[in-house]
């Protein structure tokens, strides 16, 4: 039995809907909603992240969000910026700053973001 292209298309999506209903996940790098999935604050080697902004870092990896830090000026191997940070890094030459992602979509950059209000707020 040979499949045809609509058939094919019809196959992937019933096992995808399948797949999503019975608890799998989507790739980190999907965010079908448009809301963040990601939040990095960059910032520079050596300067330490401010008690406030940690804070709102950490309350949005409650909400689900994955939100880290990176400190500009590490690389992983010969100068590569590691590609989890690729997008974020890439966002502004304003340190610090903090860019929250969809996937590999920037949603928004603050630059030099204090409180945790703001962090927060960037998740909006």
Do not use: C
């Not at 910026?81 to 969809?102: C, G, H, I, R, W």
């Amino acid at each position: 039995m040979k499949l045809k292209l609509p058939d094919f298309v019809t196959v992937l999506l019933v096992l995808a809907a399948a797949w999503l209903a019975f608890g799998g996940e989507l790739p980190n790098w999907v965010s079908p909603s448009g809301k963040p999935t990601a939040a990095t604050y960059v910032h520079v080697v050596k300067t330490p992240i401010p008690d406030a902004v940690s804070s709102g870092l950490s309350k949005l990896n409650e909400q689900g969000i994955v939100a880290t830090h990176y400190a500009k000026g590490t690389t992983d191997g010969p100068g590569d910026v590691p590609d989890q940070y690729k997008v974020a890094v890439a966002a502004s030459n304003e340190l610090p700053f903090l860019v929250t992602q969809a996937g590999d979509k920037v949603l928004r950059v603050v630059n030099d973001p204090r409180t945790e209000e703001a962090v927060l707020e960037a998740a909006q």
